[in-house]
């Protein structure tokens, strides 16, 4: 291993495949666009079925001298990726704002998040249970690693939501295939280059490439599991295709998160808070809060409370200091304005970029489909209770299941609430908090099985009974 200054990157301008920790080119490339600009960014690879197969054959080659390594031996590579990631930080910053449309200060969130991810959670360890022992037999159970996985990634967190896959994979002891968006795949790309020069041939490889490559992947029977996070209806496709060859997965999906509002609440206080996490990366977030249900007795002071704190919020470029939501990241995503009930706000900044204004849909009906389905962008309903059976009942009543919250200056009475709705997270006077000691798992429609700590380095497992006699 090198030293930290070995790991400065000098360019992030030229994109590779990684294979077997050589940077390789493809006969085809493609271009993804900065949402800010609509102009293209540096070309990137376009592999093709026999890149898949090269990937998967290094990693399967690499996979038995990982997996016999301590965790400890592993978590000390993951440590130098981590102060690699770090030592190159605003290349990372500029490079995720140019192609997601972040802002500056959001763009360095993330980076920060994903080095901040791989250190808290290096600190897990897998242990063995030891469920009988006796002068006659010994019968213990173990997780051992399932050998190559492949991690499918959206563009919404392109950075954290591949790190946070290939840091519970390889910690585990598998070997890595990382494929990243269409739409974001320059910086999966060059935190590849960057693994190159930490982690041993064959065990991290990054694939960039068109809409055929994911399902080669969830084809190919020399991977073991896939870790997927989407769309629900792209979910499906991955969960069926795995289905062939009994392929392991993990399946993170949409939401349409909801939070209730109690009367008692200080509007001062509440309304920055809810909507940070509802406009939050311009809205596209999973777990952002897509629909707010606020009480008939200060649903008007809040609605009013809410508008004015969002005209504060400065829609912009990525590259502007001073913007706090920046464009939504493709044009798929920027609904026409023909399909607006509403006139967007003359005054914000579109130019050629995919920028929306945010917006709040005053009290939609409960079966519009803002309310019914994940909305991505810079919107959020905000709608009106009196009861408490009947909000719980509209809250749960949706095929999503990621995350919700409660508001109230009663806790407890906000978390005997928040426990009866139907989703992996569940939050009091907060959303959206995530840590890499806790694991999140969407119940319903948004997903199977968890990510992020311990639990999730188990889903990278099989289970192994060892039972040994002794007599
Ligand atoms: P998407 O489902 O369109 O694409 C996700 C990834 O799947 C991309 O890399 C894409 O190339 C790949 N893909 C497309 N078709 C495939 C196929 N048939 N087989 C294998 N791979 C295929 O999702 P998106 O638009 O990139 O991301 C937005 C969605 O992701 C939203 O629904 C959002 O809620 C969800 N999301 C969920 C979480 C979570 O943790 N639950 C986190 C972030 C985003």
């Known amino acids: 291993m090198g030293s930290v200054a070995d790991y400065k990157l000098e360019d992030f301008q030229t994109f590779y495949n990684l294979i077997n920790n050589e940077l390789t080119t493809t006969t085809r490339t493609r271009h993804a666009t900065n949402p800010s600009t609509n102009t293209p960014l540096p070309a990137v690879p376009v592999s093709t079925s026999e890149d898949v197969d090269r990937a998967v054959a290094a990693a399967q080659a690499a996979f ?175 969960m069926q295709a795995c289905a062939a060859t009994l392929k392991r997965v993990t399946l993170e999906l949409g939401g349409n998160d909801a939070a209730i509002v109690y009367p008692d609440v200080d509007l001062a206080t509440v309304v920055p808070k809810i909507v940070f996490n509802a406009l939050v990366n311009s809205g596209q977030v999973c777990i952002a809060i897509k629909r707010v249900y606020v009480h008939e007795q200060i649903y008007d002071a809040f609605l009013a409370a809410m508008m004015a704190f969002v005209q504060t919020m400065k829609v912009g470029p990525s590259d502007d200091p001073t913007t706090v939501l920046g464009p939504v990241q493709n044009s798929m995503h920027a609904i026409p304005a023909d399909k607006l009930s509403f006139k967007p706000d003359a005054t914000t900044k579109t130019d050629a970029g995919f920028f929306l204004p945010p917006t709040i849909i005053d009290n939609p009906p409960d079966d519009s489909q803002i309310v019914a389905d994940e909305q991505f962008g810079l919107i959020v309903s905000l709608l009106k209770w009196s009861d408490e059976e009947d909000v719980l009942r509209r809250v749960n009543a949706t095929l999503f299941g990621l995350g919700g919250s409660v508001w109230s200056k009663d806790v407890q009475r906000a978390e005997k609430m928040a426990r009866r709705m139907e989703a992996g997270t569940v939050w009091v006077n907060t959303h959206l908090e995530c840590g890499a000691n806790g694991s999140y798992a969407g119940h319903k429609n948004s997903g199977i099985g968890a990510e992020c700590g311990l639990l999730s380095i188990k889903e990278w497992c099989n289970l192994q009974g060892v039972y040994v006699r002794k007599d």
């Open 64 to 238: 038995p001298a990982w997996r016999d390594l301590t965790q400890n031996d592993r978590a000390a590579y993951l440590l130098r990726f981590a102060d690699a990631i770090q030592a190159n930080k605003e290349g990372f910053a500029k490079l995720l704002g140019e192609e997601t449309g972040k802002p500056p200060q959001s763009a360095a969130v993330e980076v920060w998040l994903i080095e901040d991810h791989i250190r808290g959670t290096v600190v897990h360890r897998l242990t063995e249970e030891v469920i009988e022992d006796t002068d006659e037999k010994r019968f213990i159970l173990r997780h051992v690693p399932l050998g190559v996985g492949a991690g499918i990634i959206p563009w919404n967190f392109p950075m954290t939501l591949g790190v946070v896959k290939l840091c519970s994979a390889l910690l585990a002891g598998n070997t890595f295939i990382w494929k990243p968006s269409p739409y974001t795949p320059n910086t999966a790309l060059k935190l590849g280059e960057l693994g190159a020069r930490i982690f041993p041939a064959g065990v991290l490889n990054v694939l960039s490439g068109e809409e055929d490559l994911g399902p080669w992947l969830t084809a190919h029977p020399g991977i073991a599991k896939i870790s997927f996070t989407g769309s629900v209806a792209t979910g499906k496709k991955v």
